[in-house]
Nanobody, 129 residues
């Protein structure tokens, strides 16, 4: 059974930093992607960043480039999202997702949420003074 569990959300002031963690288990695929999505109230789910297991390639939404960094620790089966210079518009529930179908999918950045099979429960990030 595949499990995906996020942690690390919370309240932070503008300009601050947070690191989200995504612990996974049960992934037995040779090549897969992990990604972070976010959904703010009243808005659609948005792809934030992805990382591919086979080669470590990473992708970022334009809105977070230069501020967010995705990484993985294969020994711990954990993916991280380091978020710096946070802005109020980064406030959202952040979801971690994983899957193998996305590798052959339609989005070269692996940020199509409909191509992911496994999702965590989400963690709230609130950027506010």
């Amino acid at each position: 059974e595949v499990q995906v569990v996020e942690s690390g959300g919370g309240l932070v002031q503008p300009g601050g930093s947070l690191r989200l963690s995504c612990a996974t288990s049960g992934f037995t695929f040779d090549d897969y992607a992990m990604a972070w999505f976010r959904q703010a109230p009243g808005k659609e789910r948005e792809g934030v960043s992805s990382i591919r297991s086979a080669d470590g390639s990473t992708y970022y939404a334009d809105s977070v480039k230069g501020r967010f960094t995705i990484s993985s620790d294969n020994a711990k089966n954990t993916v991280y999202l380091q978020m710096n210079s946070l802005k109020p518009e980064d406030t959202a529930v952040y979801y971690c997702a994983g899957g193998w179908r996305v590798i052959a999918g339609t989005n070269p950045s692996y940020l199509n949420p409909f191509e992911y099979d496994f999702w965590g429960q989400g963690t709230l990030v609130n950027v506010s003074s």
